[in-house]
């Protein structure tokens, strides 16, 4: 299963901002969004960082009640791990295990079509092998 199956299933809409934006508006944003990170892009739709909810908790740790009003810029994850359409999924959820990471932007061309979560990965492959399993029993029981 590559990543563009898990896209097309649960969506290509990707939540973005830009890094002018205050931590306030970025969490909203998020909050308004239901989802725990949103991409950083450019006016070119090019990744330029990642604001997650680990960035700020972490800012919060260490700067309190200034991080409201600090920009993303000064928060975001700026070295973004980012997969092509055609990645695996297990390819996929092996980097985000080994890397310690729940969110990769999904880059087409330099330019930024999707978001895949450590939680879609392991659905995707949770539905593959279900649909393994079902397939061996269809086989033995014919």
Do not use: F
Not at 4 to 14: A, I, M, P, Q
Not at 61 to 70: F, I, T
Not at 91 to 103: A, C
């Amino acid at each position: 299963m590559r990543l563009s199956d898990v896209l097309d299933s649960k969506g290509w809409e990707t939540v973005v901002t830009n890094e002018n934006v205050t931590a306030t508006e970025a969490v909203k944003l998020m909050c308004d969004k239901h989802v725990g990170a949103v991409v950083i892009t450019d006016a070119k739709s090019q990744v330029g960082g990642i604001l997650t909810e680990r960035d700020i908790l972490r800012c919060y740790a260490e700067h309190g009640n200034k991080l409201g009003e600090m920009r993303v810029s000064k928060i975001m994850t700026r070295k973004v791990e980012t997969a092509a359409p055609d990645a695996s999924v297990d390819e996929m959820l092996n980097t985000m295990t080994n890397k310690r990471i729940r969110h990769i932007p999904v880059v087409r061309g330099g330019k930024l079509v999707g978001i895949v979560s450590i939680g879609d990965m392991v659905k995707a492959m949770l539905q593959e092998k279900m649909q393994e399993a079902d397939s061996l029993r269809e086989y033995i029981t014919s």
